[in-house]
């Protein structure tokens, strides 16, 4: 057999994703013809080679059976995406547009949801069209209109606002492709026929990519065999003579005839002629007609033995192709393993396998798939650490089968990798949860930490708590002193419309029209019927207008009979009648005058009559309505002789009669001045004697 040549460069490789055109440095070979045939030439059917991946573009658009891009109809692709469109409710019709909200990230990712009309609301609520189950989305987020313009998004009010491509809008029209972002939901706004339009677009330029491969790679093809044909091995068993004796015998008769000159060469005998006798010599006899037939038989079989005795070794037997093509695979194989290539091993070792059975005696396949698990593991793992889910991440970890020393070495970076990716997920949480400055939030975050990082948070945290705590206190503060100013200035207004109300009947009590001042009160009431308060406030001067009258009244003939200390009693009470009333006017004045005077005279007798309790009330009332009063100091100052030898009277009794002296401690502590000396003493004896 003549020796092998190596592999081709372009048997069993997979293309780049980027597409480049195969090699033509790089001769061709015989083994390239079999080891990666075109579809429709020598060596394979029309289905093309058992494992289109392991000759053609493992990276490109999917093939079909026939070697050829498989181009959707909008038909297909319409029924395609039906199929695969699972609604929340699966018995809701397709009788909407053909427009549907794709869940790209969230608590609801994967989801999606088709128009069943021309408006869908999506929010939180029940109620809704879309129903999330984000907590973040408010319960009526947005709606979805669709019109001849196209599809209008308007923002129901929501708290966290709608963003469109990362832009903040209130209201919007959508095109295919627009993402939405709601909450911590982010969604795609799907176009179902503008999306068709993309496929086919997509399919039709992977079409014409593979269309112009397919004439590069025959134009290679062809230029390489013309080549070959240029080159004859002198090894080609279709060139051995004994191979071809068979098909070429009277080529080979002449070559002996070459080799052989003066060999006497027989030919066939001519059957003898019906005419008679040979001309000439009168015939032949039996005996020389046998010798010739004889020699002639001889002549025949050394001839025969000349031409179909082999002068060489017999030629090799016919090389199986699926041998060496399974051999070749398993060479990738091992290529594969070694590149730590485990997914292409395992192919390469399967297709091996269909051509030759049992022909991975070591166990490549096995050993391969195993290391391809462990690696799909780690993967996984990877993947859920990248969606922050470190706890299902850690258990698929640990569930992923072991390996060689080399996966454990990456098992061990990988447990590692998780932790640090989970304790600073942890941490951005923490730091992000201070922005909400809701304890509630941020505690069960900070005592989830590792015990050596949570020192600095929960210091900021008792920091924050206590911030919060100032700011509620001067929320309470502003807000209590906010309402005492509105209600003073609610009471302020209150008490002008009050006066507003009873102007009139103001007017006629310091007019000294009592009477008509009681006939106006019954005429604000009729305005304001339904006002409590002044229906009260009329009831109330109906009562003491008249009360006043008979007070003021009585003062003044007391006065007029210089009675100016009987006259002292009906001026007091038509005083505080007055302030009951709480009309201003120079009436008010007046009363205060005579008051102060029958006061001092009140106050006087009361000092001749040794009742010094009621001389002290007296006296001091009048110097409160007239502060310029003389009289009234001058028997304030002599009360106050009279208590300090009351009071020594008392001091000495104190012994002696502790009841007498009490009663005069009394009496002392009644009408002496608040701050003295004197009552101070009068109530710590006093307390001394009745404890």
């Given at each position: 057999m003549p020796p092998r040549?190596?592999?081709?460069?372009?048997?069993?490789?997979?293309r780049s994703s980027g597409r480049s055109k195969p090699a033509r440095d790089t001769p061709s070979s015989e083994d390239e013809d079999f080891s990666a045939p075109v579809t429709g030439e020598e060596g394979y059917p029309e289905d093309g080679p058992p494992n289109p991946e392991l000759y053609g573009d493992m990276a490109g658009s999917p093939r079909s059976r026939t070697d050829e891009t498989r181009v959707a109809s909008v038909r297909e692709v319409e029924e395609e995406r039906s199929r695969e469109d699972e609604d929340d409710n699966p018995d809701a019709t397709r009788a909407g547009?053909?427009?549907?909200?794709?869940?790209?990230?969230g608590p609801?990712?994967?989801?999606?949801?088709?128009?069943?009309?021309?408006?869908?609301?999506?929010?939180?609520?029940?109620?809704?069209?879309?129903?999330?189950?984000?907590?973040?989305?408010?319960?009526?987020?947005l709606e979805l209109v669709y019109g001849e313009g196209g599809v209008v998004m308007r923002d129901l009010g929501s708290v966290s606002g709608t963003q469109v491509n990362d832009q903040r809008v209130d209201e919007c029209v959508l095109k295919h492709g627009d993402e939405l972002a709601i909450g911590k939901t982010r969604l795609r706004f799907v176009d179902e026929a503008e999306q068709i339009k993309e496929l086919r677009a997509q399919a039709e330029a992977r079409e014409a990519d593979e269309k112009r491969e397919r004439e590069?790679?025959?134009?290679?093809?062809?230029?390489?065999?013309?080549?070959?044909?240029?080159?004859?091995?002198?090894?080609?068993?279709?060139?051995?003579?004994?191979?071809?004796?068979?098909?070429?015998?009277?080529?080979?008769?002449?070559?002996?005839?070459?080799?052989?000159?003066?060999?006497?060469?027989?030919?066939?005998p001519r059957p003898p002629t019906r005419s008679g006798p040979a001309r000439g010599s009168g015939g032949l006899n039996g005996k020389q007609k046998l010798l010739i037939g004889v020699a002639g038989f001889v002549v025949v079989l050394l001839v025969a033995g000349l031409i179909f005795v082999p002068k060489g070794p017999p030629p090799p037997p016919p090389v199986d192709p699926n041998v060496e093509r399974a051999k070749l695979l398993m060479q990738k194989a091992r290529e594969s393993v070694r590149a730590d290539d485990?997914?292409?091993?395992?192919?390469?070792?399967?297709?091996?396998?269909?051509?030759?059975?049992?022909?991975?005696?070591?166990?490549?396949?096995?050993?391969?798939?195993?290391?391809?698990?462990?690696?799909?593991?780690?993967?996984?793992?990877?993947?859920?650490?990248?969606?922050?889910?470190?706890?299902?991440?850690?258990?698929?970890?640990?569930?992923?089968?072991?390996g060689t020393a080399k996966t454990d070495d990456i098992r061990r970076k990988l447990e590692a990798e998780l932790e640090e990716k989970e304790l600073a997920w942890k941490i951005q949480q923490v730091e992000e949860s201070f922005a909400s400055r809701d304890p509630e939030v941020v505690r069960p975050l900070v005592d989830a930490l590792p015990p050596l990082n949570r020192p600095p948070y929960e210091e900021k945290l008792a920091d924050l708590e206590a911030e919060l705590a100032r700011e509620a206190a001067d929320a309470a503060r502003?807000?209590?002193?906010?309402?005492?100013?509105?209600?003073?200035?609610?009471?302020?207004?209150?008490?002008?419309?009050?006066?507003?109300?009873?102007?009139?009947?103001?007017?006629r009590f310091n007019g000294g029209e009592y009477q008509r001042a009681v006939l106006e009160c019954d005429r604000v009431v009729d305005r304001n019927k339904g006002d409590k308060e002044v229906r009260d406030r009329a009831n109330s001067l109906k009562r003491l207008i008249p009360q006043f009258q008979r007070s003021l009244e009585d003062g003044q003939k007391k006065l007029e009979s210089n009675a100016l200390e009987a006259a002292a009693k009906p001026l007091r009470r038509a005083a505080e009648l007055y302030r009951q009333i709480g009309f201003r006017g120079s009436l008010g004045n007046t009363i205060d005058e005579q008051l102060a005077s029958s006061s001092v005279a009140a106050g006087q007798a009361a000092l001749k009559r040794g009742d010094l309790a009621a001389a002290g009330s007296n006296f001091r009332e009048a110097l409160r309505l007239n502060p310029g009063d003389g009289r009234a100091r001058d028997g304030l100052d002599t009360l106050q002789k009279k208590v300090e030898e009351l009071y020594l009277q008392a001091y000495i009794q104190r012994d002696r009669d502790p009841q007498a002296a009490a009663e005069k401690f009394k009496v002392?502590?009644?009408?002496?001045?608040?701050g003295s000396e004197v009552k101070r003493k009068a109530e710590m004896y006093l307390g001394e004697l009745q404890p």
């Amino acid at each position: 057999m003549p020796p092998r040549p190596p592999p081709s460069s372009r048997a069993g490789a997979g293309r780049s994703s980027g597409r480049s055109k195969p090699a033509r440095d790089t001769p061709s070979s015989e083994d390239e013809d079999f080891s990666a045939p075109v579809t429709g030439e020598e060596g394979y059917p029309e289905d093309g080679p058992p494992n289109p991946e392991l000759y053609g573009d493992m990276a490109g658009s999917p093939r079909s059976r026939t070697d050829e891009t498989r181009v959707a109809s909008v038909r297909e692709v319409e029924e395609e995406r039906s199929r695969e469109d699972e609604d929340d409710n699966p018995d809701a019709t397709r009788a909407g547009p053909p427009v549907q909200m794709l869940v790209l990230a969230g608590p609801d990712r994967g989801r999606k949801k088709r128009f069943q009309s021309v408006r869908m609301v999506v929010g939180r609520g029940k109620d809704c069209d879309f129903v999330l189950e984000d907590q973040s989305v408010s319960r009526r987020h947005l709606e979805l209109v669709y019109g001849e313009g196209g599809v209008v998004m308007r923002d129901l009010g929501s708290v966290s606002g709608t963003q469109v491509n990362d832009q903040r809008v209130d209201e919007c029209v959508l095109k295919h492709g627009d993402e939405l972002a709601i909450g911590k939901t982010r969604l795609r706004f799907v176009d179902e026929a503008e999306q068709i339009k993309e496929l086919r677009a997509q399919a039709e330029a992977r079409e014409a990519d593979e269309k112009r491969e397919r004439e590069e790679v025959a134009e290679e093809r062809k230029s390489s065999a013309s080549a070959r044909r240029g080159e004859l091995d002198p090894s080609d068993p279709r060139l051995n003579e004994a191979t071809n004796a068979n098909y070429k015998l009277s080529d080979v008769l002449k070559k002996e005839e070459g080799k052989n000159k003066g060999t006497v060469v027989v030919s066939r005998p001519r059957p003898p002629t019906r005419s008679g006798p040979a001309r000439g010599s009168g015939g032949l006899n039996g005996k020389q007609k046998l010798l010739i037939g004889v020699a002639g038989f001889v002549v025949v079989l050394l001839v025969a033995g000349l031409i179909f005795v082999p002068k060489g070794p017999p030629p090799p037997p016919p090389v199986d192709p699926n041998v060496e093509r399974a051999k070749l695979l398993m060479q990738k194989a091992r290529e594969s393993v070694r590149a730590d290539d485990y997914a292409n091993a395992v192919r390469f070792v399967e297709e091996a396998e269909k051509l030759l059975p049992g022909v991975d005696e070591e166990g490549l396949g096995r050993a391969a798939r195993k290391q391809q698990e462990v690696l799909e593991a780690f993967q996984a793992v990877r993947a859920l650490m990248d969606e922050k889910q470190f706890e299902e991440a850690r258990a698929r970890l640990s569930s992923a089968p072991e390996g060689t020393a080399k996966t454990d070495d990456i098992r061990r970076k990988l447990e590692a990798e998780l932790e640090e990716k989970e304790l600073a997920w942890k941490i951005q949480q923490v730091e992000e949860s201070f922005a909400s400055r809701d304890p509630e939030v941020v505690r069960p975050l900070v005592d989830a930490l590792p015990p050596l990082n949570r020192p600095p948070y929960e210091e900021k945290l008792a920091d924050l708590e206590a911030e919060l705590a100032r700011e509620a206190a001067d929320a309470a503060r502003r807000g209590r002193n906010a309402r005492e100013r509105a209600a003073e200035l609610a009471k302020q207004k209150r008490k002008e419309f009050m006066e507003e109300a009873f102007v009139d009947v103001e007017r006629r009590f310091n007019g000294g029209e009592y009477q008509r001042a009681v006939l106006e009160c019954d005429r604000v009431v009729d305005r304001n019927k339904g006002d409590k308060e002044v229906r009260d406030r009329a009831n109330s001067l109906k009562r003491l207008i008249p009360q006043f009258q008979r007070s003021l009244e009585d003062g003044q003939k007391k006065l007029e009979s210089n009675a100016l200390e009987a006259a002292a009693k009906p001026l007091r009470r038509a005083a505080e009648l007055y302030r009951q009333i709480g009309f201003r006017g120079s009436l008010g004045n007046t009363i205060d005058e005579q008051l102060a005077s029958s006061s001092v005279a009140a106050g006087q007798a009361a000092l001749k009559r040794g009742d010094l309790a009621a001389a002290g009330s007296n006296f001091r009332e009048a110097l409160r309505l007239n502060p310029g009063d003389g009289r009234a100091r001058d028997g304030l100052d002599t009360l106050q002789k009279k208590v300090e030898e009351l009071y020594l009277q008392a001091y000495i009794q104190r012994d002696r009669d502790p009841q007498a002296a009490a009663e005069k401690f009394k009496v002392i502590i009644e009408t002496a001045s608040e701050g003295s000396e004197v009552k101070r003493k009068a109530e710590m004896y006093l307390g001394e004697l009745q404890p």
